[in-house]
């Protein structure tokens, strides 16, 4: 199967700073083992779910062309997709929060290609292609789901995260890594737990970024949908997890009408959920997304929004009322009253109008940060960006003249004006001056021979978020990933059970009819005893051929295997159960 994954309108569209988080599928390295792992996993779930999950879901498979016998591959899951409108690409494992909800308003889905071992069958920590591929891909087939999914994106990406917030990104990324991976010792799953649990318990008031995350958990991941007392399954964490997607049904797990206080309500990622939300309707969520953004710094802005920016220690931008755009990473914001009256950026930044960088005012301008006041002029009701060419003059505010402008709040600029630019309004949203010096009451912050002086003009900040108003005036191929998904080199044993496993899917699948399953069976049972999924595969095809004797001999085996490892015996009789059905039918 190819490798690269097939381009198509929508992946074109992608900024290159998110393809820094792509990588190959590698199709050919999903073992036989890996594919009866999908296999069983897609049978139970479509067996289990297409009587309990939304409509959508089981519709969803055949539009998707999710194939319950074959992983998917990206070339094929992207010529499907691009019908409704969307497209996938593999990445290892857990990504940083934003670039994924970026990803999302794209309308492209982030697939972890990685699947989960057979030991961790029922669920995994780690995001894995039964996860994402079986999860959220046939689920985005119902147009209006899909529009949230894409809403929830564009908005999420915006969101400010804390300083300790990529910290624990980190940390949640390695525990999952080490969990999913074979022979990793149990003490170093316990440091790698605690280390989680000392971070989030020492995160401090809740970003918006951790908000965000937790409506995407209690919706996008595990969400039901209906009735409290009737639920149906709709989250992508439900739909691939054949152990929780039983048992968040029950009365073991609580269920809570969805609200905006989801937004408060954390979660662990490595443990089952003990409370899940219902919407009635895909409908609410998006309400309660709007309901959400109303109060987050992007649609708020003001002084607490700044203050977020700051707090994140990350790259950030802040649109003035003018739509001047200043991107940056902020260190200090001078207030009075509860207003921001100067901001103050540290290190490269760029200035720009409706997400286009002003010419001239990229971060080879302004390497060393940028500072600027906000708010109107002392004893005067009109703004500056509200004045005309008649009034500008009045004021002094004009080229070549020497000027002192005293704002609201103590902050003065003196200085001959250069020139200055406006916004398509009409409205001046920048002055520049020469010999200029910039004092707060009596602290000086701007000297002239530090240069020409540009100072953003705006009344008041309308809007605060992540990352830069254009993505081009950064370099952001900066992402480096701390620790990767963790594959093993295969022993003999291993290699050796993968084949048995390879020609009974080359029996099933007609690729070679001449193979003994009764041999297989035996060396099945002398070699690898305790594997109980291959002997499942077993019982299927000779069920199927009335093959009494071999089905005797194979149910002998797995009773064996029960006796043995009583953790697996549900999971035998599951599996039992779908052939026995299925076959019936």
């Known amino acids: ?42 049978r139970k779930n479509v067996d289990f779910l297409s009587t309990v999950a ?40 857990f990504i940083p929060p934003n670039a994924f909800m970026e990803f999302q308003a794209y309308n492209v889905l982030v697939i972890a290609s990685d699947i989960r ?5 029922e669920y995994t920590p780690a995001p894995d292609i039964i996860h994402e591929g079986a999860g959220h891909a046939p689920i985005i087939a119902n147009p209006e789901y899909a529009e949230y999914l894409r809403r929830f994106g564009e908005i999420g990406c915006k969101a400010i995260s804390s300083a300790k917030d990529y910290e624990l990104y980190e940390a949640v990324r390695h525990l999952s890594i080490i969990k999913e991976a074979p022979n990793t010792k149990e003490e170093d799953i316990a440091f790698a737990e605690k280390k989680v649990e000392e971070l989030q318990q020492n995160m401090g008031s809740p970003s918006e970024m951790a908000l965000i995350r937790n409506l995407h958990w209690w919706t996008v991941e595990y969400g039901l949908i209906g009735t409290i007392d009737n639920p149906e399954i709709y989250g992508a964490g439900l739909l691939s997890s054949i152990g929780e997607s039983a048992r968040c049904l029950t ?53 607490s929004g700044i203050n977020k920016l700051i707090e994140s220690e990350a790259l950030g931008t802040v649109e003035l009322s003018t739509g001047l755009q200043i991107s940056g990473i902020f260190k200090e914001v001078i ?17 720009a109008y409706r997400e286009k960088e002003l010419v001239g005012h990229g971060t080879n301008t302004h390497p060393k940060g940028f500072g600027s006041p906000i708010g109107k002029l002392k004893g005067i009701n009109l703004a500056i960006e509200d004045m005309s060419p008649r009034d500008l003059s009045a004021y002094n505010i004009y080229e070549e003249k020497q000027v002192t402008l005293e704002f609201e709040g103590g902050i003065t600029v003196s200085g001959e004006i250069i ?12 002055i520049s001056f020469s010999n200029c010096t910039v004092r707060h009451n009596e602290t000086i912050l701007f000297k002239p021979e530090w240069g020409d002086y540009d100072m953003a003009i ?6 605060a978020f992540a990352g830069p108003a254009d993505l081009n005036s950064f370099d952001l191929m900066t992402h480096k990933i701390s620790s990767q998904t963790i594959h093993m080199e295969k ?31 035996e060396q099945l049972i002398e070699k690898h005893p305790n594997d109980w999924l291959l002997s499942v595969e077993l019982y299927e095809l000779a069920y199927k051929g009335d093959e009494k004797m071999l089905c005797d001999n194979i149910l002998k085996h797995l009773e064996t295997i029960k006796q043995n490892r009583p953790e697996v015996g549900r999971l035998i009789d599951d599996g039992l159960a779908i052939v026995n059905s299925k076959v019936k039918a």
């Open 458 to 463: 705006g009344k008041e900040i309308v809007s």
């Open 419 to 430: 020139t200055g630019k406006r916004n398509l309004q009409g409205k001046i949203i920048l």
């Open 1 to 42: 199967m190819p490798e690269h994954i097939e381009s198509n309108h929508i992946l074109n569209r992608l900024p290159k700073h998110l393809k820094q988080f792509i990588k190959p599928q590698n199709y050919k390295l999903y073992s036989a083992i890996d594919q009866a792992v999908w296999r069983y996993v897609m």
């Open 251 to 303: 009365d073991d797990v609580k269920k809570l009408p969805y609200t905006i206080d989801a937004a408060y309500q954390d979660f662990d990622i490595t443990k089952p959920q003990p409370q899940l939300y219902v919407t009635p309707d895909f409908a609410l969520l998006s309400l309660v997304l709007e309901e959400f953004a109303n109060n987050m710094a992007l649609r708020k802005g003001g002084l």
């Open 335 to 351: 207030e009075n009253e509860g207003n921001p009256i100067y901001i103050q950026s540290a290190g490269k930044t760029a200035l």
């Open 117 to 121: 071992q057979l030991e961790h069958i």
């Open 491 to 521: 022993s003999g044993e291993r290699l050796e059970l993968e084949t048995l496993y390879q020609q009974i899917r080359d029996y099933r699948e007609g690729k070679n009819r001449t193979i003994s399953r009764t041999k297989v069976l």
């Open 54 to 93: 939304h409509k959508s879901y089981v519709e969803g498979l055949k539009k998707t062309g999710i194939s319950i016998d074959h992983i998917p591959n990206m070339y094929g899951m992207n010529r499907i997709l691009k019908d409704i409108g969307w497209a996938a690409v593999a990445v290892d494992g």
